[in-house]
Nanobody
Framework: QVQLVESGGGLVQPGGSLRLSCAASGRMLSINTMAWYRQSPGKERELVATITSGGRTNYAVSVKDRFAISRDNAKNTVFLQMNSLKPEDTAVYYC???????????????WGQGTQVTVSS
């Protein structure tokens, strides 16, 4: 069973930085799009950034120029570098991955457990 394991969350002051990591367990995985979502109290989960297997990226307007998504295909890992953090970035961040299933011959969506990011002074 594939699992996405997240790390890197925590408490940071406004203007600070954090780097989130999410690694997919398993051997010889074929992973399509990976992404980061976030959900803050009282709000719906929103897409933060995506990255294709070829490295093409897309960002939410609210984080563009501040966040950067990247991936290491050899390690089945996706990263989210977050700079110039603002209080409104406070949320639980979830990673997402589409991983090929040999059983169904299709991509299956997986979600990380979520990691708390709190931006506060």
């Amino acid at each position: 069973q594939v699992q996405l394991v997240e790390s890197g969350g925590g408490l940071v002051q406004p203007g600070g930085s954090l780097r989130l990591s999410c690694a997919a367990s398993g051997r010889m995985l074929s992973i399509n799009t990976m992404a980061w979502y976030r959900q803050s109290p009282g709000k719906e989960r929103e897409l933060v950034a995506t990255i294709t297997s070829g490295g093409r990226t897309n960002y939410a307007v609210s984080v563009k120029d501040r966040f950067a998504i990247s991936r290491d295909n050899a390690k089945n890992t996706v990263f989210l570098q977050m700079n110039s953090l603002k209080p409104e970035d406070t949320a639980v961040y979830y990673c997402y991955a589409e991983i090929w299933s040999r059983a169904t011959y299709s991509f299956v969506t997986y979600w990380g457990q979520g990691t708390q990011v709190t931006v506060s002074s």
